[in-house]
């Protein structure tokens, strides 16, 4: 598809990055029209309009990931034509646990795993979630802006009842991150209260991110002190739209104008 796309930008005589911005915002446009029949609530459709301009008038620093080559273009790809959807702080696309999830989780695991299957009523189809690595600041990941994801997930997953759950593979959920690096263990902990799963399956590769943004699991590392493992977590349906409706209580009363007694 990448050269295609190259002769295309050639034959219009136009730079790689603009033809890439022109490809994406021509496909954005052909997707309004289908955004509302997808199961949108109306602040996932904000955002899906606030992406869709960024493809028109990038900020600078994004101007490069508009290469053909480039992992942020493919991602912005599946933004324009409806196959990704932005949350906040995280996206999400329509997927699935694979099954060879079993084996990787181990005899050990497995059993839970599959609990967390039955609950959610299949492997597919899941919403798989991902850190949206064009957010505003990249350098942080906050709580905060997390659990506004997830209610954004939850409230489209009341508008499409053949979603089953929602799901995710991250060194992030790694018990062993969440001892080394403590502030990032609200990661883990927040979905295991919601009602999640999580198994680990299998060893991070060093280009998973974990090195990136700490010199102590740098050095742990290259010490032999530290071996994040990928953790997949299941947070089946039910689980979601009932930490949903709790979460948005919590909001609500967090809002209520407070009341003086004489």
Request: hydrophobic share 45%; charged share 25%; with cysteine.
């Amino acid at each position: 598809m990448r050269p295609k796309f190259r002769r295309i930008a050639e034959s219009l005589g136009l730079p790689e990055a603009l033809a890439g911005r022109a490809m994406l915002a021509g496909a954005a446009n052909r997707s309004l029209e289908r955004a509302p029949h997808r199961g949108l609530p109306e602040d996932v459709i904000e955002l899906l309009c606030e992406e869709f301009d960024s493809f028109a008038a990038p900020p600078p620093a994004w101007l490069a990931e508009a290469g053909f080559d480039h992992v942020r273009f493919r991602e912005m790809a599946r933004v324009a034509t409806l196959s990704r959807f932005p949350a906040g702080q995280f996206q999400w696309e329509l997927s699935g646990v694979p099954r060879s999830t079993l084996w990787k989780a181990g005899l050990s695991a497995a059993p839970a795993l599959l609990t967390a299957i039955a609950k959610a009523g299949a492997f597919s189809p899941m919403m798989e979630f991902h850190v949206n690595e064009r957010r505003r600041n990249r350098s942080v990941l906050l709580e905060t802006e997390a659990a506004l994801s997830y209610l954004r997930m939850a409230r489209s997953l009341r508008l499409q009842p053949k979603v089953r759950g929602i799901t995710t593979c991250s060194w992030l959920l790694c018990a062993e991150i969440a001892r080394v690096t403590p502030r990032l263990r609200w990661f883990r902990d927040r979905l295991l209260a919601a009602g999640a799963t999580l198994v680990e399956t299998g060893l991070a590769p060093p280009n998973a991110g974990f090195l990136r943004g700490s010199e102590e699991r740098r050095r742990l590392f290259e010490r032999g002190e530290l071996r994040p493992q990928l953790v997949t977590a299941v947070w089946p349906r039910g689980s979601v739209l009932e930490w949903a409706a709790s979460y948005e209580l919590e909001r609500a009363d967090s809002h209520a104008p407070a009341t003086s007694h004489l």
